[in-house]
């Protein structure tokens, strides 16, 4: 089964600032991954996809970008971070299988700008 | 455009009965629906998937029904415990079929 890692769980930052949040998958290759974001009492709004190394596509046109460089390796960035960047990030996996199975997610990281 | 639909309401049930969320979407016809379960600051769960072509789906308490025609998914839990507590996503893939769209979600309370 896939086991997604995700760091740092909670993250205090100062407007301005950048940002870099890190995820990796064990226990599948090329899978589609995914970086969410969920606001306090809200769904997940889908910010990131990509189905392989290099590839991303953006859904939001927003202050953050997203990298690939490895398989199994998904980046979230920013230059400068806004107050509005603040939420609960996640990151997510989708296998090959993932019509059986769903997707898998990260712990998540709670970030704050301040 | 695409849009899920959960009861925005906290579901408030005595332990022993059945739970059941309600899940619409409109503008849309997925070939799957997935449910998750999500607990405060923590990522959302995978729970149960359920095809197009299927109308039930099981998995030890929980129940998902699928209703193409009205555009609908109930999510069962049946014997409730307070260990049921969290809040419960409504998802679909897109047409495209590489996003998963989810809903906002349902928050259930089961009290003991």
């Known amino acids: 089964s896939q086991t997604i890692h995700q760091w740092p769980a909670t993250l205090v930052q100062p407007v301005g600032s950048p940002l870099s949040l890190e995820c990796t998958v064990e226990g599948t290759s090329n899978p589609n991954l995914y970086w969410y974001r969920q606001a306090a009492g809200r769904g997940l709004q889908l910010l990131f996809y990509?189905?392989?190394?290099?590839?991303i596509s953006s859904e939001v046109p927003q202050n953050l970008s997203a990298s690939r460089p490895q398989d199994r390796q998904f980046i979230l960035s920013s230059k400068k971070l806004l107050l509005s960047d603040s939420g609960f990030y996640l990151c997510?996996?989708?296998?090959?299988?993932?019509?059986?199975?769903?997707?898998?997610f990260g712990s998540g990281t709670r970030l704050t700008v301040v | 455009s695409q849009k899920i639909e959960q009861n925005s309401e906290a579901l408030n049930i005595q332990e022993g009965k059945t739970a059941t969320l309600t899940c619409n979407y409109t503008n849309y016809s997925p070939a799957y629906l997935q449910w998750y379960r999500q607990d405060p600051g923590r990522g959302p769960v995978f729970l149960l998937l359920?095809?197009?072509?299927?109308k039930e789906k099981r998995k030890e308490r929980l129940k998902v029904t699928f209703d193409t025609t009205l555009k609908q998914s109930l999510f069962h839990i049946t014997a409730s415990q307070p260990a049921d507590s969290a809040t419960y996503l409504c998802?679909?893939?897109?047409?495209?079929?590489?996003?998963?769209?989810f809903g906002a979600g349902t928050r259930l309370f089961v009290k003991a």
């Open positions: 990509s189905v392989g190394i290099g590839q």
């Open positions: 359920i095809r197009e072509n299927e």
């Open positions: 997510a996996s989708a296998g090959t299988v993932r019509a059986n199975y769903g997707y898998t």
């Open positions: 998802a679909l893939l897109d047409t495209g079929g590489f996003k998963t769209i």
